[in-house]
Nanobody
Framework: QVQLVESGGRLVQAGGSLRLSCAASGSFFSINGMGWYRQAPGKQRELVAFITSGGTTNYADSVKGRFTISRDNAKNTVYLEMKSLKPEDTAVYYC?????????????WGQGTQVTVSS
């Protein structure tokens, strides 16, 4: 089975920075795309940033220029560097990965990490 574990979420003042990490573990062949999603209270879960196995990235308009997604394939880890944080960035942030096993591929979710940005 595959597990994704996020870390790094905490309370931070507006204008501050955070770096989230998500490490994949278990039995698998490789990881394809990896992404960060977030869900604020009363809102739908939305894609924040995505990175392909080839390194191509995509960002939500609301975070362009402030957030950076990266990955370390040797560590099976994806990162989200967040700068100039705003109160509207407050949400539970979830890691998602498309993981290939010998037999097939599937999407997995982490448990989420809370990011709270105060005014």
């Amino acid at each position: 089975q595959v597990q994704l574990v996020e870390s790094g979420g905490r309370l931070v003042q507006a204008g501050g920075s955070l770096r989230l990490s998500c490490a994949a573990s278990g039995s698998f062949f490789s990881i394809n795309g990896m992404g960060w999603y977030r869900q604020a209270p009363g809102k739908q879960r939305e894609l924040v940033a995505f990175i392909t196995s080839g390194g191509t990235t995509n960002y939500a308009d609301s975070v362009k220029g402030r957030f950076t997604i990266s990955r370390d394939n040797a560590k099976n880890t994806v990162y989200l560097e967040m700068k100039s944080l705003k109160p509207e960035d407050t949400a539970v942030y979830y890691c998602n990965a498309n993981v290939r096993s010998i037999a097939n591929s599937a999407f997995y979710w982490g448990q989420g990490t809370q990011v709270t940005v105060s005014s």
